[in-house]
């Protein structure tokens, strides 16, 4: 079973900060990270189940480099809640 990836306004809004932020910092780096964070959300279609716990929350997380993205799967969708 596939599950459709969605990502919130606020997740959005987060990964197009963090691609700025490095764009301006570094960046020779900033395509890799941003494609790095996407593939980690598409694969979520697949397992979607994968991540660990998120705090004492229903959520769940998964590691992307050196970010989190905060998930939750409903229905037929992961819905990307954030990426810290």
Known sequence: MSYEVVLSERAEIHLESIYNWIILNHPANAKKVKDNLISSMMSLSVFPNRGARYRQTEYKFLVSGKFKIVYTV???????????
Request: hydrophobic fraction near 55%; charged fraction near 20%; proline fraction near 0%.
């Open 74 to 84: 409903e229905n037929n969708q992961v819905i990307i809640l954030a990426i810290e």
